[in-house]
């Protein structure tokens, strides 16, 4: 339950206890790490036509030879090293390797910088599909309210529906609110468990299902929207003629709108910020053997404008598929706007922690924004067009150095409005998409300052970082689509080897990807560090990753003066570094979707 992304106020000291409570109850013990090699690579590999660089970490000021051996130890490319320079986040004296200019294909190839060699990796078209699959794999396995069968998931991973009401759960069929919050009960069956918790969160849900639809909408209009299509995911309802993804995405959405007040009830049209345990449950409870009871939180206008983009882009988006879902969509998105314009200041609370993450947002401004894009790019309407061009976030720059996230979405708006056709007038559709290709370049100077080339400044390694890593790498294939540069794709690309081993760490942080990948990662079922009987987290799960503000207890006591870029542990108690999340594996499925494009 990442209760936040970002730099964390939503931390709340409740949320901390809980943790400390959880970890009370979870090993703190792990495996000596060996250290990494000096020579960090992207340990899956790299595109044939894609940018293929290293770090090596050396106190050398001078140049270094290198070479590219391939599986059979025959020198495939050779040259020498560049000055990389102290790297700040890390603390890193790093020099870099460009074998870019490589276009050879095979497996086993190994970098090889003053006589210390790398991980072994691969050089190859398909590199990404794989990951592709098992990034948007992670969805299916976190729904709520459906087995989830070996067929698709493994028989590791199967395990009957999760709160369903079925004993020894109460269930999320007639879930009562918080008292003094309403006098009845909701179904709000179904939709995705949030990360290594069991609360379902709309303003989550909401920024990670955006995310989903759009990588399909970015793959339609990029000619590649076959790698999504039907069939290509590990999900019950391939075969019906819908691409899975928005198979996958319309599970989420449907509990969304579940979430939405009906009429005839007090702020109706609004939506519940949130449903979960009423108190934190251990690690690790099983969904279908969690007894705690369930509560409805205070509806929130973040959650309802959440409510409000995601309905609005399913109504544009599943149109040629589902009519009826479509108009379905079309018609909650139309109810949340006008609620939330007449209850605009219903904010969630930061103190809201027990038992799930508050995810408090007390900024809606950015959310309307998004919602009112979303809400125009998809009918045209003019009201819908004059909240766009009277927010003043359609005239700043929304694009900040962290990234946007949950609980700052106009990023959003501004690249659903630079994408999808609309009616702005042209100078303003050319500033709007200027915009994008601006805060792309921004995040290409910051990777060209540092040893490992990631797209966050020194100061960015919070709650999450990786998933503010993907965010960012996602703004630039965004400029790459609006410009076709290579460069921009490059950078994307490069992003994705911060990621998958080249790093501080020498760490991939996605499971079942790389020679040292993260495999301990918090979650109550994927639990095998506590339970040998538990599966470890299904391959293409993603790590929060490096957290500055140590904000658990093992970190605390383990990571203790680390450099931002070294503050991660794969250990399961560390959840303030190394749980899941559905807005971490997002924008991962996200860019692996357009990294796997050909």
Sequence with gaps: MPPSSFPSPARTAAALLAGALLFVAAPTTQAAVAAPPAVHVNQLGYLPDGP????????????LPWQLRDASGGTAASGTTTAGGADAASGDSTQLVDFSSYRGTGTGYTLTVDGRTSHPFDIRAGLYDGLRADAMSFFYQQRSGTPIEARLAGAAYARPAGHLGVA???????????????????????????????????????????????????????????????????????????????????????????????????????????????????LPTRPEQDSQPRELHPASTAATLNLAATAAQCARVYAPYDAAFAARCLASARRAWTAAQAHPDRLAPDSDGTGGGAYGDTRVGDEFYWAAAELYATTKESR????????????????????????????????TLATVPNGLPAADLTRVRASVVSAADGYLATMGRQGYAVPL??????????????NNASVIAVAHELTRQPRYRAGALEALDYLLGRNALGQSYITGYGEHPALNQHHRFWAHQYDASLPNPPAGSFAGGPNAALQDPVAQEKLAGCKPAKCYLDDIGSYSTNEVAINWNAPLAWLVAFAAER
């Design 52 to 63: 293929k660089r290293a770090t090596v970490v050396t106190a050398s000021t001078t140049a």
């Design 168 to 282: 020894p759960n109460q269930g999320d069929t007639s879930v009562p609110c918080q008292p003094g919050v309403c006098d009845y009960a909701r179904d709000v069956r179904g939709g995705w468990y949030d990360a290594g918790d069991q609360g379902k969160y709309v303003v989550n849900g909401g920024i990670a299902t955006w995310q989903l639809v759009n990588s399909f909408e970015r793959a339609r209009r990029a000619g590649h929207a076959a790698a999504l299509g039907d069939s290509t995911l590990r999900v019950p309802e391939r075969g019906n003629k819908v691409p899975d993804v928005l198979d996958e995405a319309r599970w989420e959405l449907e509990f969304l709108m579940r979430m939405q007040i009906p009429d005839g009830k007090p702020l109706a049209g609004m939506a519940f910020h949130k449903i979960h345990d009423a108190a934190w449950t251990g």
């Design 384 to 415: 819908y067009r004059d909240a766009v061009t009277s927010s003043p976030f359609h005239t700043s720059d929304v694009f900040t150095a962290a990234g946007f996230a949950w609980h700052d979405t106009a990023a959003l708006g501004r690249i």
């Design 457 to 470: 400044t020194t100061d960015g390694y919070v709650w999450g970082s990786n998933g503010q890593v993907a």
